[in-house]
């Protein structure tokens, strides 16, 4: 799949959308508003694969803005959340894989949709069913398969790291398609297939390539140097913060492969700074 996501990187790297998820918010912030403003008009906006057939195919995409969740203070923190998460997503795998990322899992919701249709013999009223809520559920399960030690402040107080709340939100996933039938399973499976193909097809079972080997040889050649380079016996800074592991001893420490020179960035900004070229 790597080497299918490069051919199309080349070929339509360049029609990607920056800043996605800006787009995806602002497109919740208007949801949210219609949902204290006008709710009945979201009905039209809901995803019915039965009326997307008779002509609303509107439908296939206008279900996006529906809201998760009608709380104001659970919207600004999602808000908030998902914008950091995007964003380091972005950062991290650049904007045509995520891209792809994004409206796989917006394409693969929308096939099981037709499916759960076919099972239930083309009745509406299901569209409540679909929201983005596992889509943004597959941010934050590909978040914590990238930095799984980052730390989050749950409800702005405790913190805690992104592979504990991962580990509980896949159990709560379970309890949900066991407890809800057949077609929540279908609904829960189809929305986060995208993560799914992404982190378990990706997975390189072969060993190290040429190109990674080299690239680990040199990791290895860096955290060789001599200890004791930095102000009071540290052995690592990052080259954004500053900090060493003498402010924090659970901060982790990595060399970017994409900057020119041996700049070193702790787990918090290794995904979010600006390459050095």
Same mark, same amino acid.
């Given at each position: 799949?790597?080497?299918?996501l ?12 920056r800043?996605l998820t800006?787009?995806?918010l602002a ?23 039965? /009326? @997307?057939l008779?002509g609303?195919?509107?439908?296939? *995409?206008?279900?996006? !803005? =529906?809201?998760?969740?009608? #709380?104001i203070?659970f ?5 908030l ?6 964003n380091?997503l972005?950062s991290y795998?650049g904007?045509?894989r ?14 099981g ?12 009223g299901?569209g ?15 978040c ?21 709340l991962?580990?509980l ?9 066991v407890?809800?039938? /057949? @077609?929540?399973?279908?609904?829960i499976?189809?929305s *986060?297939?995208?993560? !799914? =193909?992404?982190f378990?097809? #990706? ?6 390539s040429?190109?990674q ?9 860096q955290?060789?140097r001599?200890?004791?380079?930095y ?17 924090d ?7 970017c492969?994409?900057?020119?020179g041996?700049?070193?960035?702790c ?11």
């Amino acid at each position: 799949m790597k080497n299918w996501l490069d051919k199309m990187e080349r070929r339509f790297g360049r029609y990607a959308i920056r800043n996605l998820t800006m787009y995806l918010l602002a497109g919740y912030a208007i949801g949210y508003l219609l949902s204290f403003t006008m709710p009945q008009l979201l009905t039209y906006f809901t995803l019915e694969p039965a /009326l @997307i057939l008779k002509g609303q195919v509107w439908r296939l *995409l206008s279900w996006v !803005i =529906i809201p998760p969740n009608d #709380n104001i203070i659970f919207v600004i923190f999602m808000m908030l959340l998902y914008y950091s998460l995007g964003n380091t997503l972005e950062s991290y795998w650049g904007a045509f894989r995520y891209n792809v990322y994004i409206f796989s899992g917006i394409l693969f919701t929308v096939i099981g949709a037709f499916i759960v249709n076919g099972l239930i013999g083309g009745i509406t009223g299901f569209g409540s069913l679909y929201s983005t809520y596992y889509i943004n559920m597959s941010i934050f399960l590909a978040c914590a398969s990238i930095m799984p030690d980052y730390q989050l402040l749950l409800y702005g107080i405790i913190p805690i790291k992104m592979k504990w709340l991962a580990i509980l939100d896949v159990v709560l996933l379970a309890v949900d398609a066991v407890q809800g039938g /057949l @077609i929540i399973r279908i609904v829960i499976i189809a929305s *986060l297939l995208n993560f !799914i =193909i992404f982190f378990f097809c #990706n997975r390189n079972l072969r060993g190290h390539s040429p190109k990674q080997a080299a690239r680990r040889k040199k990791f290895q050649k860096q955290i060789s140097r001599p200890q004791n380079q930095y102000a009071g016996g540290a052995k690592h800074r990052c080259a954004v913060c500053g900090r060493t592991e003498l402010d924090d001893p659970n901060l982790e420490f990595r060399y970017c492969s994409k900057c020119h020179g041996n700049y070193e960035y702790c787990q918090e900004h290794l995904f979010t700074h600006i390459h050095v070229q």
